[in-house]
């Protein structure tokens, strides 16, 4: 059975750090690109990060530049969002989503992603 686990998710203070992580189950991220979104109540999913097949290949949208980092370790089929310096604006269901193909994370495509895990819930309150 394809599943992708998101995990680490919490209640952290502003200013605070967490690691989300994204684990897959039934197949091998590897060749995957695979993407952070986010889901805020009220709002629609957006896109948070992405990175390729290739470690070196990452995206950050403007909000989290410099603060998020993206990896991934293929050995444990499992890609990680270290979030630093966290603000209430970050506040969200963040979910994991696999792209075969490689372009619709860079691209913005949100409804281009193959599979999907059910999020983690983020809550930054002091």
């Known amino acids: 059975q394809v599943q992708l686990v998101e995990s680490g998710g919490g209640l952290v203070q502003p200013g605070g750090s967490l690691r989300l992580s994204c684990t897959a189950s039934?197949?091998?991220?590897?060749?995957?690109?695979i993407g952070w979104f986010r889901q805020a109540p009220g709002k629609q999913r957006e896109r948070v990060s992405c990175?390729?097949?290739?470690?070196?290949?990452?995206y950050y949208e403007e909000p989290v530049q410099g603060r998020f980092t993206i990896s991934r370790d293929n050995g444990k089929n499992t890609v990680y969002l270290q979030m630093n310096s966290l603000k209430p604006e970050d506040t969200a269901v963040y979910y994991c989503?696999?792209?075969?193909?490689?372009?619709?994370?860079?691209?913005?495509?949100?409804?281009?992603?193959?599979?999907w895990g059910k999020g983690t819930l983020v809550t930054v309150d002091s």
């Open positions: 989503g696999a792209d075969a193909y490689g372009s619709s994370c860079f691209m913005g495509y949100i409804d281009g992603m193959n599979y």
């Open positions: 039934g197949f091998s991220l590897d060749g995957y690109t």
């Open positions: 990175i390729g097949s290739s470690p070196t290949s990452t």
